[in-house]
Nanobody
Framework: QAPLVESGGGLVQAGGSLKLSCAASGRSLRVNAMAWFRQAPGKERESVAV????????IYADFVKGRFTISRVKSNNTVYLQMNGLKPEDTAVYYCATGLSGVWNSSPKSYDAWGQGTQVTVSS
């Protein structure tokens, strides 16, 4: 299985923006959902946003609604996470993941393929 590859993380000041990318080339049509998760030191992995393979249906965590936008470009099998109005509490390693047919939820346990993560650090 080809790994997922995240990019776009970095250091940004509070109120700034970043756009994360997840290259999922090689994934089959069995993929039903693509998602972004994050994990801060000492904390559990948590869902950020999920997008259906149709590129329209989405699920957002309450703490990012109105600030983050997930999208997918089918032509290059890439999912994006546009992050605006970043806060220090958004600091975490962000992971992309894919779920197979039937997966449509925010539980990390439901996702089968994961990237290595990209660090997002938001300074005060």
């Amino acid at each position: 299985q080809a790994p997922l590859v995240e990019s776009g993380g970095g250091l940004v000041q509070a109120g700034g923006s970043l756009k994360l990318s997840c290259a999922a080339s090689g994934r089959s049509l069995r993929v039903n959902a693509m998602a972004w998760f994050r994990q801060a030191p000492g904390k559990e992995r948590e869902s950020v946003a999920v997008i259906h393979w149709n590129g329209q249906n989405t699920i957002y965590a309450d703490f990012v609604k109105g600030r983050f936008t997930i999208s997918r470009v089918k032509s290059n099998n890439t999912v994006y996470l546009q992050m605006n109005g970043l806060k220090p509490e958004d600091t975490a390693v962000y992971y992309c993941a894919t779920g197979l047919s039937g997966v449509w939820n925010s539980s990390p346990k439901s996702y089968d393929a994961w990237g290595q993560g990209t660090q997002v650090t938001v300074s005060s």
